[in-house]
Antibody, heavy 120, light 110 residues
Framework: EVQLVESGGGLVKPGGSLRLSCAAPGFTFSNAWMNWVRQAPGKGLEWLGRIKTRTEGGTTDYAAPVKGRFTISRDDSKNTLYLQVNSLKTEDTALYYC???????????WGQGILVTVSS | QSALTQPATVSGSPGQSITISCTGTSSDVGGYNYVSWYQQHPGKAPKVMIYEVSHRPSGVSNRFSGSKSGNTASLTISGLQAEDEADYYCSSYTSSSTLVFGGGTKLTVL
């Protein structure tokens, strides 16, 4: 069974930065498109972005609200996905999930999520 | 890319059928057969219930079905059970090569 485990969250001041990680052990990580999705407290799901496989150029796509501020990367040697988040705002407070594409827009499985709180 | 439009709440009694709609545009729902539906119970990660408009992943009950007409996709749950009470989100691929979610629908089983 594929498991995704996020880490790196916590309390950050507005304007700060954070790097989230998503470990994917026991999974053919290098062949997978990987995504980040977040959910603000009591709110709905928001897709943040995706990174394709290295053989597909490692191309990234981002949701318009976070483009330029968030960066997705991957290290296939470590089976790990990253999300670099900069210039954090209070509205970035959310549970951040990593998930993989089984097919286009077929997101499965999902990690358990990692909480990022932006507050002074 | 604006969020897809879903009703905020839907309810039904055990054994009944309900349908949740998801309305987008020709640049997302209407333009591609890449609509998926996710179930989320409180405190849990989302779980895919339907992908590519109408396909069920292995292990998902056949009480769940999906369809699409024009710019609107639908999720139907038949034979409602108490365990179906959850939040449901639709999602679509878009012409910008991005994904977009709906605002979510809270299903209450009366």
């Amino acid at each position: 069974e594929v498991q995704l485990v996020e880490s790196g969250g916590g309390l950050v001041k507005p304007g700060g930065s954070l790097r989230l990680s998503c470990a994917a052990p026991g999974f053919t990580f290098s062949n997978a498109w990987m995504n980040w999705v977040r959910q603000a407290p009591g709110k709905g799901l928001e897709w943040l972005g995706r990174i394709k496989t290295r053989t597909e150029g490692g191309t990234t796509d981002y949701a318009a609200p976070v483009k330029g501020r968030f960066t997705i990367s991957r290290d296939d040697s470590k089976n790990t996905l990253y999300l670099q988040v900069n210039s954090l705002k209070t509205e970035d407070t959310a549970l951040y999930y990593c998930t993989t594409d089984q097919g286009i827009n077929w997101l499965d499985p999902w990690g358990q999520g990692i909480l990022v709180t932006v507050s002074s | 890319q604006s969020a897809l439009t879903q009703p905020a709440t839907v309810s039904g009694s055990p054994g009944q059928s309900i349908t949740i709609s998801c309305t987008g545009t020709s640049s997302d729902v209407g333009g591609y057969n890449y609509v998926s539906w996710y179930q989320q119970h409180p405190g849990k990660a989302p779980k895919v219930m339907i992908y590519e408009v109408s396909h069920r992943p292995s292990g998902v009950s056949n009480r769940f079905s999906g369809s699409k007409s024009g710019n609107t996709a639908s999720l139907t749950i038949s034979g409602l059970q108490a365990e179906d009470e959850a939040d449901y989100y639709c999602s679509s691929y878009t012409s910008s090569s991005t994904l977009v979610f709906g605002g979510g629908t809270k299903l209450t089983v009366l």
